[in-house]
């Protein structure tokens, strides 16, 4: 029985240990993340609008404000970071410290410690015998055979893409306009568009023949949230158009479509529309 309970200890310890180590690989201990007010060069909030932050090293990304004009976004970088709305102005600069880091790297720093001491604990109380493991414990030895199925017959490969085929098919789309300060011709109110998702990578066509929407958008996705753009056609000229938002587990894509905020649009002004659609 001593030996019973010995081992069952010694399985507890190392499960806490690949606990411990499997916290340090998360990936957003290297980010910092901020919660932003948008306004805009009138002092008007600038809620749902999409700002595009350059980062330090040149990169872009495209998020969404929300209701109140709020901003979150994960700093994953130091140095600086330029705002922009969607006519390219900038809102706001960001300076990212590398001591704003220290803090999550101290705790992954620790969190190692930890484990190496309980590996170090774990091995200096191994000597005493497995006789007594295979007679009346359940543990398995590292000999024994271990079943890798997941209990319904697959080997669980399948469930890596679970997510992706879940978000993507054909959704009906219904659009509404959310800012016109151009006062623009209004040509986009429903589209029939097809989601396709291979890892991070978005692919979105268009099936309803809308000659004032681009027939293919190309973007990234990451969880439920999602950016994409091309170039197209609005009422004759040639512009951009931009889309970002999210698709919820439910089927539902909540995202606004940016037109023109290149400025070759009539009178260099953006048309924005906020979007639904359901699959």
Known sequence: MLAIHFQLNRY???????????VT???????????????????????????TITAPDGSKTQ??????????????????YILYDPAGNVIKTISIGGSEFFGTKAMTVTAITAGAAL???????GGDSDSDSDSDSNIPDAGDPVDPGTGDGD?????????????????????????????????????????EIIGTQLNILQLSSNANFPAQLTGTIAGESFTASSNGTYGGSQTLFQLAGSI???QTLSFLINVGADGSLPGGQAVTYNATGTR
């Not at 507890?12 to 499997?22: A, D, M, N, R």
């Not at 998360?26 to 700002?51: C, E, Y």
């Not at 590996?119 to 109380?125: E, G, M, N, P, R």
């Open 63 to 80: 998020k969404v404000t929300d209701d109140k004009a709020i901003l979150e976004h994960d700093f994953k970088q130091s140095g600086v």
């Open 155 to 195: 080997s669980g490969d399948d469930d890596l893409g679970g997510a992706e085929g879940g978000l993507a098919g054909t959704y009906n789309v219904t659009a509404s306009v959310a800012s016109n300060p151009g006062n623009l011709p209004v040509l986009i109110d429903a589209l029939v568009l097809q989601l």
């Open 25 to 51: 690989l998360a990936p957003a201990a290297n980010a910092v993340t901020k919660h932003l007010s948008m306004i805009d060069g009138n002092g008007q909030p600038l809620a749902r609008t999409i700002i």
């Open 248 to 250: 919820s587990g439910s």
């Open 119 to 125: 590996l170090l604990l774990a091995a200096s109380s």
């Open 12 to 22: 507890s310890v190392i499960s806490l240990i690949l606990s411990i180590f499997l």
